[in-house]
């Protein structure tokens, strides 16, 4: 069978863990792809979509900074990717380019896997950026009651409520508002780079995690480090854990999955990918 092509396409790109998930999957699942990375920068996007499909792509995840502009360049969008107004798959079949996003996706799944279910829960976001806007509305569709988005310029808080106002409560970013969201959240999510590796920016204080309902989850969706600032004081408090990995490989799987066209066991594979993380984020 004919080996296809797939890749990641962003700027930076270099840094990114996509190849290492997706040929680790495509060898423990033996379908004919493999994986690779370009970088392709701003305001190439759509050069590069026209070009990929007589390069041999059958599709490619995009990232930085090309998510936004892909949304008016594919000829048609999944659900996610029109409601996040972000692309981070592009599908090229039959001749066209479907645009999807599995961010939001990849999120829930990770939640669920640690037995947390958005529905019915009251959760604090902290963040109303582009990662937030997957987490924020995956968490108002799974079905939250409640979803306070703390977030510094509280316009941006209040653009993202606009699509579920019933679900979102926008709110700042001062300490006491997030005491405030913390003391009535089931659970807790960082969406904000803070505390990211190579990123300046850190919470200057950790006080409304004292703040949180006892068993609430505190959830970070930085990987790198593996447990950031924030997640270390709320595992000192007593409280369960989680950072991003689970939804960096799970947003992958469902990709791979929108490429291929095919179903992916994740309990198949999980092991393989992990292994293949552990040795990429080793050096
Ligand atoms: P991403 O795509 O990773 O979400 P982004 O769209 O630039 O990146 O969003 C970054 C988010 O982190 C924003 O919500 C940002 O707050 P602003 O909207 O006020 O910029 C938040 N953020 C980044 N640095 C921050 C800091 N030092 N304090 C508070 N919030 C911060």
Known sequence: METKKLCVIGDPVEHSLSPVIHNAILKETGLPYVYGRVRVRGGETAGFLRRAAAEGYAGFNATMPHKIDLVELVDELD???????????VVLRDGKMRGCNTDGRGFLQMLLEAGISPEDKT????????AARAVVLKLAQAGARRIFVCNRTRSKAEALAKEFPMQIAPCGFEEQTLQDC???????????PMGMSGVMAR???????????KGAAVCDIIYSPPETMLLARARALGHPTLNGLGMLIYQAIFALEEFTD???DAQKVLPAVKTALDEAMKV
């Open 79 to 89: 659900a996610d990717a029109q409601l996040y107004q972000a692309v981070n798959t």
């Open 182 to 192: 913390a003391l009535f959240s089931d659970f807790l999510v960082n969406t904000t």
């Open 262 to 264: 095919s179903k992916i």
């Open 123 to 130: 959760v604090t976001v902290l963040g109303a950026g582009g």
């Open 203 to 213: 919470f200057e204080r950790l006080n409304f995690l004292e703040a949180l309902p």
